[in-house]
C-alpha cells in the first residue's frame, strides 16, 4: 500500500523520473534556459532562448569525497570528510574520474585527452559530466523562477553565505521587502543530501558547491535548439549552481559561473550524468597555454579601507615589482554604509568608473598581480575598468582579494569572463588585513606560482 501511495503522489506532480541505483532518470525535453530580462541580478550572459534536451540519467547528488578516494585513490578536498562533496578538482579531474569509474563499472569511457583537445564519444554508455542545458534542465525540474524552489532560496533550504540572501544587496539597510530574510553562515561543504530535493529527486542542485560542466564559455549560440554542447574552442569551463561562499544572487538557476579547466577551487566540484547524445563526437580545444614568456611583474590593486594596499605593498616588499594603484576619478564615499550602497549600486547596473592615470607600457609586463576587496561577493567595478582598458592576452593574471569571509566570491569568475585570454591562476584570499600570518602567507602564494622571493 506504501508502495503504491509514492507512486500516485509521484504521477499527481507529473515528475518524470526513475532510479536506478544513485543515477537518476530524466525525460527530456523543452524549457526555456536563460533568465528573463525581468529577473534580479541576471547577467547578459543569461539570454533566455527554447531549448529541447534528451532523455539523461544525472546523480542525485554531488559526487563525494568517499565515491572520489574509491576511484582516484586520492582525496583533495579542503573540507575532509567521505559524506561531504569532493571539490578542489579541476574540469581535467572530473573528466578522468568520469573515466576511470566508466572502465571499474565495465562502461566504456566517454572521453579520450589527446594534449589540449578533448574528444566526447557521444554514443559511449559510460558516465560523463551533464552538458550545461542538461544541468540548467534537471536543476529547474518544470520551474521557471530564480530558484528551483519557486521562492528565494533560504539557507535552511540550501549552503550558501546564508547572511545574504536573494536581494539584500539593495535592501540591506532595511530589509522589510525582503522574501528571505538572512539566515545562517556555515562557511564550510556539508553533507551531501542535507536538504530536500528539488521535484526530479535532486539534491544541492543550488549550493554547498559549484558543479562542473562539460561545456567551454561563451555566450549562446542561439540557432541551436537540441541538446547544445557548447562551442569546440574557448579557454573557460562552466560552472553551476553556486557554493557555500557564494550569495544567493549567484545560485540563480540561471546563473553562469567560468573557470580554466586546470584550476581547482574549495568551491567546485561536480555531479555526473550518463546517456548518449547521438550527434557524432564532439572535441574541443582550450586555448589557455599561449603565455608569453618572461616574468616582468606589475602590482596593480583597488582599496577602499586600506586593507587590499596593505597586501599590496607587502607583497612589493617581497617582489620588488611595480606597482598601480587602481584609483576611479570619482572616489567612492568615505562613509562605510554610503559606499555600501554605491557599492551595489555599480554592480548592480555594471557600472564602468573612469580610471586616474594609466600605466605606462603595460604590454611590458607579464604577470599581473591583481588585488581588491571581496564587494558583494565580486568585484569592485573599478577592476572591470582596468581588465577592460587593458590587452592581456598571454598574460598571467595572479588574483588577491581582502575579505570579511566570503573568500573570492564569484570575483574569479567575473575576472575569468572580463579577461578571458589570460591565463588565471590560483588566488589569494586574505581576512580583513591578514593579521601575523600575512607576510609568510603572501610568500608561500608567490612560492607556489613561482616568483621569486627577496
Known amino acids: 500500500m506504501g508502495i503504491l501511495l509514492i507512486l500516485i503522489a509521484l504521477l499527481a506532480f507529473n515528475v518524470n523520473i526513475s532510479y536506478a541505483g544513485e543515477m537518476i532518470f530524466i525525460k527530456g525535453g523543452t524549457f526555456k534556459m536563460g533568465s528573463p530580462a525581468s529577473e534580479n541580478w541576471r547577467g547578459d550572459d543569461e539570454t533566455q532562448h527554447e531549448i529541447t534536451v534528451s532523455d539523461f540519467y544525472i546523480s542525485s547528488h554531488e559526487i563525494t569525497q568517499a565515491e572520489y578516494k574509491s576511484i582516484m585513490n586520492n582525496n583533495p578536498s579542503n573540507f575532509k570528510g567521505d559524506d561531504l562533496p569532493v571539490e578542489n578538482v579541476s574540469w581535467l579531474d572530473a573528466v578522468n574520474y568520469c573515466n576511470a569509474r566508466s572502465i571499474k563499472e565495465n562502461l566504456t569511457p566517454v572521453y579520450k585527452i589527446e594534449g ?127 557554493a557555500w561562499n557564494d550569495f544567493a544572487k549567484n545560485l540563480r538557476s540561471a546563473y553562469r559561473a567560468a573557470t580554466p579547466q586546470d584550476n581547482k577551487s574549495f568551491n567546485i566540484g561536480f555531479r555526473i550524468a550518463r546517456g548518449a547524445i547521438k550527434i557524432g563526437n564532439v572535441s574541443t580545444i582550450a586555448e589557455q597555454e599561449n603565455l608569453n614568456a618572461g616574468s616582468k611583474i606589475l602590482i596593480a590593486y583597488f582599496s577602499w579601507s586600506g586593507n587590499t594596499r596593505g597586501i599590496a605593498q607587502e607583497i612589493k616588499k617581497q617582489t620588488g615589482a611595480d606597482i598601480f594603484e587602481i584609483e576611479p576619478e570619482k572616489s567612492y564615499s568615505d562613509d562605510y554604509n554610503t559606499v555600501l550602497r554605491e557599492a551595489q549600486s555599480d554592480q548592480h547596473k555594471q557600472a564602468r568608473p573612469k580610471i586616474k592615470g594609466s600605466v605606462k607600457n603595460f604590454e611590458q609586463y607579464d604577470i599581473i598581480i591583481l588585488g581588491y576587496p571581496n564587494w558583494w561577493a565580486s568585484i569592485p567595478m573599478p577592476i572591470a575598468s582596468f581588465l577592460e582598458s587593458y590587452n592581456f592576452s598571454g598574460k598571467k593574471i595572479m588574483p588577491f582579494c581582502s575579505h570579511g569571509g566570503g573568500r573570492f566570491g564569484q570575483s574569479l569568475t567575473a575576472i575569468s569572463k572580463l579577461a578571458p585570454n589570460a591565463v588565471i591562476t590560483g588566488g589569494l584570499s586574505v581576512h580583513y588585513s591578514g593579521g601575523s600570518g600575512l607576510k609568510s602567507n603572501i610568500k608561500n602564494w608567490l612560492t607556489e606560482n613561482n616568483i621569486t622571493v627577496k
Open 116 to 242: 589540449n583537445k578533448i574528444i566526447w564519444n557521444t554514443d559511449s554508455d559510460g558516465y560523463r559530466l551533464p552538458t550545461e542545458a542538461e544541468w540548467e534542465y534537471a536543476c529547474r525540474a518544470g520551474t521557471v523562477t530564480p530558484f528551483n524552489t519557486e521562492n528565494s532560496i533560504s539557507a535552511n533550504e540550501a549552503n550558501y553565505y546564508g547572511h545574504y540572501p536573494y536581494e539584500i544587496e539593495e535592501n540591506y539597510f532595511s530589509q522589510n521587502k525582503l522574501t528571505t530574510k538572512p539566515g545562517i553562515y556555515r562557511a564550510e561543504t556539508i553533507k551531501t543530501g542535507s536538504f530536500n530535493p528539488n521535484k526530479f529527486g535532486l539534491y544541492d542542485m543550488h549550493g554547498n558547491i559549484s558543479e562542473w560542466c562539460w561545456d567551454i564559455y561563451a555566450p549562446y549560440d542561439l540557432k541551436v535548439v537540441k541538446n547544445p554542447v557548447g562551442p569546440s574552442n574557448g579557454t573557460r569551463r562552466i560552472n553551476r549552481g553556486g
